[in-house]
């Protein structure tokens, strides 16, 4: 898919931005967060990023809306992908 190698650079940019907030219980109910946002093809953030699946403590859902938030612009969209946007669904998985 030509947004493959796309996405894993989105990953390491907002990867590198993340940081884990002090004091969170690694518990299964906080393993997972899932962030949706949309992005223009010069990699900025259209609109306002949305957590469509929150981890047990709600600092992890904020720190991750901060990672992608620092991470802007996130790399430009290939030039072989057509479209004005794309959206992403950002999984951060919280490891013990």
Do not use: C
Request: proline share 6%; net charge positive; hydrophobic share 45%.
């Amino acid at each position: 898919h030509i947004l493959s190698a796309w996405a894993a650079l989105v990953q390491r940019k907002v990867d590198q931005k993340w940081r884990m907030p002090g004091g969170v219980l690694l518990t299964d109910a906080n393993k997972e967060i899932h962030i949706s946002f949309w992005v223009n093809r010069d990699g900025k953030i259209l609109g306002k990023p949305e957590i469509v699946k929150s981890a047990a403590d709600p600092r992890l859902g904020e720190a991750g809306l901060k990672a992608i938030k620092l991470a802007e612009p996130l790399p430009k969209l290939p030039n072989e992908f057509t479209g004005n946007e794309q959206q992403v669904m950002y999984v951060f998985t919280i490891k013990k």
